[in-house]
């Protein structure tokens, strides 16, 4: 996570790109805890988080998990990002 707060785009880009050809286990543990540590702290669902880290769960549902997951985190990181200021004239 670049910010150190909330993963960018490009990063949950990354993340389901390797998903996608490789599965969900090849996601680091740590790089799953610290999403579901950010989903929590964002006000995910915890059962998201739960079946994201839970390594005997069936790989379709930690996947759609870290779809649901890193939808609501980018939308509340776009809903909380500042919009450009309006520089049209008054």
């Known amino acids: 996570m670049i910010n150190g707060l909330i993963p960018t785009d490009i ?3 990354r993340l389901a790109w390797t998903i996608a050809e490789r599965g969900i286990h090849a996601i680091p543990p740590a790089v799953l805890r610290e999403l579901g540590f950010q989903a929590r702290s964002a ?7 739960e079946i994201l880290l ?3 769960a069936p790989p379709v549902a930690r996947q759609r998990a870290f779809g649901r997951i890193a939808s609501a985190l980018a939308h509340w990181h ?3 990002t500042p919009m450009c200021p ?5």
């Open 43 to 49: 006000g995910v669902q915890p059962i998201l988080t």
């Open 86 to 90: 309006d520089t049209r004239a008054a």
């Open 78 to 80: 776009h809903r909380d």
């Open 11 to 13: 990063e949950f880009d």
């Open 54 to 56: 839970d390594g005997s």
